[in-house]
């Protein structure tokens, strides 16, 4: 079957999660310029258009607002013949918090912070024929998310998700991103980062539906263009135009062999890590002895009567930023990389 020129997500808005029902939150991810956005675009306005389902574009910051509407509808007008003539507009409805969106001076739906999942709470009352939420770029290239994200994602889903006499009803959350790391809060919090393999298109989880996205016509384009050839040996590039994360490397993710000891313990986001040396190495796992002897806490959140906060330039602190700029640490997985880059302070 010949691939498309651009991104067809009608497979994946109707998949079923594990449980064999709807999604709430439905995922698309992959390289860039493959149509992601501009087809979720598309089936926002053509659902408004054939049933009047309106929707939410959600930005993560209140400076983000103005502007959604133009480059909501943009690109679907130079695309699209039947939408050539489209207006889309944008009134502030509570300042910095939400905006309302009109579709040809109709209203069609609302563009909210994230970070202000407080404000959205309170004016719940806004969202109660809203059937769609959409957030693109979930997976923040330079690394920036609010402050506690996914319980601040979880508040506002609620906040829409009630009304029409029910105290939850079904919205869809479509949430667009290119690869840029396994480690994002999403991927995370829903445990999808280890399910993750290399030929894996359509993922399923309790409540979520994820569609790995690669298009093969989007990735030429980006090796052929004058900036990919110039570029042609960056990681951008390469991220761009591959099924690879631009934030992720799986260097030093392996497990050295032979005789280990268990140096301490660290408590880091309520997860417990074990390093270990093997030789000349170190060791970062999940795998610890509970009543180990040397127990840290990175954070405040972590910290208790059995643990000691860990401070930069103390002999442990010193050691293992030694090892690491040495080549010297292995990893289990992505996550106990996060914790030591954390721990040394990269």
Request: with cysteine; aromatic share 14%; proline share 2%.
């Amino acid at each position: 079957m010949k691939e498309t020129k651009y991104y067809d997500g009608n497979r994946i808005v109707n998949t079923l999660d594990l449980d064999k029902q709807k999604p709430a939150i439905v995922m698309i991810a992959g390289n860039r310029t493959a149509g992601k956005t501009f087809w979720v675009k598309k089936f926002l306005v053509k659902k408004f258009l054939n049933r009047g389902s309106k929707f939410i574009v959600l930005q993560r910051f209140g400076y983000n607002l103005t502007g959604t509407a133009d480059t909501f509808i943009k690109d679907l007008k130079q695309i699209v013949p039947e939408y050539a003539d489209f207006d889309m507009t944008e009134k502030v409805v509570v300042k910095s918090s939400i905006n309302s969106l009109y579709l040809n001076g109709e209203h069609c739906g609302f563009c909210i912070s994230l970070n202000n999942a407080d404000s959205i709470k309170k004016n719940s009352t806004l969202f109660v024929d809203v059937d769609y939420i959409f957030l693109d770029e979930f997976q923040s290239e330079t690394g920036k998310y609010c402050p506690n994200e996914i319980d601040k994602f979880i508040s506002i889903y609620t906040s829409v998700a009630r009304g029409k006499g029910e105290q939850s009803r079904y919205v869809m959350a479509l949430l667009c991103s290119n690869n840029v790391s396994l480690l994002n809060p999403y991927y995370y919090s829903l445990g999808v980062a280890s399910r993750i393999q290399k030929d894996t298109k359509i993922l399923r989880g309790h409540g979520w539906v994820l569609e790995l996205v690669f298009n093969e016509n989007a990735s030429q384009a980006m090796v052929q263009s004058g900036i990919g050839r110039a570029f042609a040996n960056s990681d951008y590039i390469k991220y761009s135009s591959e099924n690879v994360y631009l934030n992720d490397s799986d260097t030093f993710i392996e497990k050295p062999t032979g005789d280990c000891r268990l140096l301490c313990v660290i408590d880091w986001e309520n997860e417990t890590y074990g390093i270990w040396q093997f030789g000349n190495f170190m060791y970062v796992s999940r795998k610890y002895d509970p009543n180990f002897r040397t127990r840290i806490a990175l954070d405040i959140k972590s910290h208790n009567k059995n643990t000691v906060l860990l401070k930069q330039h103390n002999l442990l602190y010193c050691l293992f930023k030694e090892y690491f700029n040495c080549g010297l640490f292995r990893f289990q997985n992505l996550r106990c990389k996060e914790m030591l880059f954390y721990l040394i302070g990269y």
